[in-house]
C-alpha cells in the first residue's frame, strides 16, 4: 500500500501510535513537576530542580510531537492503492537463427546444392524450415481466432501485426513469414488469455514430439527439415485440436 504527500509517495507514520506516545510523555512531564513540588514543599531543593529538568525534557518532547501530529493531520494525505505491476510477457517463440546452419544443410542434402550457391528462394525456404518447430501451432492460433496483438506493440506494429494474421487465416501468408516480419518472436500474451495457458503447456510439452512424430510418419522428414504446406497442417492440426480438448477447451 503506498501513500501520496505532496505528489510523494511516503510511508506515513502511524498517527494514533504517536498520539499514545504524546500522551504517556504529557503524563511522564506531570508526574515529575509533581514530584518537584513535593521535593520543593519538604524543603530539598536539589532533588526539586533536577525533578523539574526531567519534567521540563519530557514536556518538551510531548509538544515537539504534538506539532507532528498536528502537522500530519493537516496534510491532505490520501491512501491509495499500489498501481498494478505493469504486465510482463516472455517470449512463447523466439526463433534467432541457431536452426539456420541445421535446416541449410538438410536442404542442401536434399536437394543437392552448395551453401554458397543458394538462391533468394533457397534461403526462403530453409527459413521455413527453421520455423517447423512451431509454425503449426502459430497457424492453428490465427485459425481459431486465439490470436491478439502484443501489449508491446505500438498502433503502427499492432495493425501490421493483425494484418498479417489475416493473411495467414485467409492463407495468403505462411506462418514462417509472419515470424520474419517480427524478428522470430510470437510473444506470450499474442495468445488470447483463454488459451494462453494451453499453448503455453502444449507448447513446451507434447507439441514438439507430436511435431516429430508427424514429420517421420507423414512427410518423411525430419524437424527443420521440410516446407510449410497448408494441407499439411490441415492433417497435424487435429493433434492440437485434440489436445486443446483435454484440456478443456
Keep these: ?37 513535593v ?23 510531548f509538544v515537539k510531537l ?22 510482463f510477457y516472455e517470449p512463447l517463440y523466439k526463433n534467432d537463427g541457431e536452426g539456420y546452419d541445421f535446416s541449410r544443410n538438410l536442404y542442401c542434402k536434399l536437394y543437392d546444392k552448395h551453401p554458397k550457391h543458394l538462391t533468394e528462394e533457397d534461403e526462403e525456404i530453409i527459413w521455413q524450415y527453421t520455423c517447423d518447430d512451431f509454425s503449426y501451432l502459430l497457424a492453428w492460433i490465427i485459425e481459431k481466432d486465439l490470436y491478439q496483438p ?20 485467409a492463407r495468403d501468408m505462411l506462418p514462417s513469414e509472419y515470424l520474419k516480419n517480427n524478428g522470430g518472436y510470437f510473444m506470450e500474451d499474442e495468445v488470447k488469455e483463454s488459451a494462453r495457458r494451453f499453448v503455453k503447456e502444449y507448447y513446451e510439452g507434447a507439441y514438439r514430439e507430436d511435431v516429430i512424430k508427424f514429420a517421420k510418419d507423414k512427410l518423411n522428414a525430419e524437424l527443420y527439415g521440410f516446407p510449410f504446406r497448408w494441407e499439411d497442417y490441415d492433417a497435424f492440426k487435429v493433434h492440437i485440436d485434440e489436445a486443446y480438448e483435454r484440456y478443456g477447451g
Aim: aromatic share 10%.
Design 1 to 37: 500500500m503506498g501513500w501520496t504527500m505532496d505528489n510523494k509517495v511516503d510511508e506515513v507514520p502511524n498517527i494514533s501510535g504517536y498520539t499514545i506516545a504524546s500522551v504517556l510523555m504529557q503524563f511522564l512531564a506531570l508526574m515529575f513537576f509533581f514530584l518537584a513540588l
Design 150 to 169: 502484443s501489449v508491446d506493440d505500438d498502433e503502427d506494429e499492432a495493425e501490421e501485426s493483425r494484418e498479417d494474421a489475416a493473411k495467414i487465416k
Design 66 to 87: 504534538v506539532k507532528k501530529i498536528v502537522y500530519w493531520k493537516k496534510q491532505d494525505v490520501k491512501v491509495v492503492a499500489d498501481p498494478p505491476a505493469e504486465d
Design 39 to 61: 521535593a520543593f514543599m519538604n524543603g530539598s531543593i536539589i532533588a526539586g530542580i533536577i525533578l523539574l529538568a526531567i519534567g521540563a525534557v519530557w514536556e518538551i518532547l
